[in-house]
């Protein structure tokens, strides 16, 4: 099995920090694949957050851009998501995902992602 599994999610107040991580099992290789973060507030569509690529270019989303950072730690065996000044608008449920081709560069495209992991929780709330 391929699994993609998410933590660090919880509740803040607004200007809070969280740090989310994502880890691999099954023959998923972090080094191999651009990896990206979504997510999805309750009634909107999944948006692309953050994504980097192989070779460490990254992008961001406007509305996280300057506050939210993505990367490969661990020996690239984990993903991040470092959320800093957190905004009740960006509660929702987060998702790592990774890419269906190798080697390809980030990109916010869902469609260019082959696996998803279960979420983790993220509320900012005064």
Known sequence: QIRLVESGGGSVVP???????CVATGYTYYDIY???????APGEEREGVAAISTRG???????????FTISRDDGWNRLDLQMNNLKP??????????QIDSR??????????????QGTQVTVSS
């Open 34 to 40: 651009s990896m990206g973060w979504f997510r999805q």
């Open 104 to 117: 390809t560069p980030a990109t916010m495209d869902d469609q260019a992602y082959a696996w998803w992991g």
């Open 15 to 21: 200007g809070g920090t969280l740090k989310l991580s």
């Open 89 to 98: 608008e960006d509660t929702g449920m987060y998702y790592c995902a990774r």
């Open 57 to 67: 270019e990254t992008i961001y989303a406007d509305s996280v851009k300057g506050r």
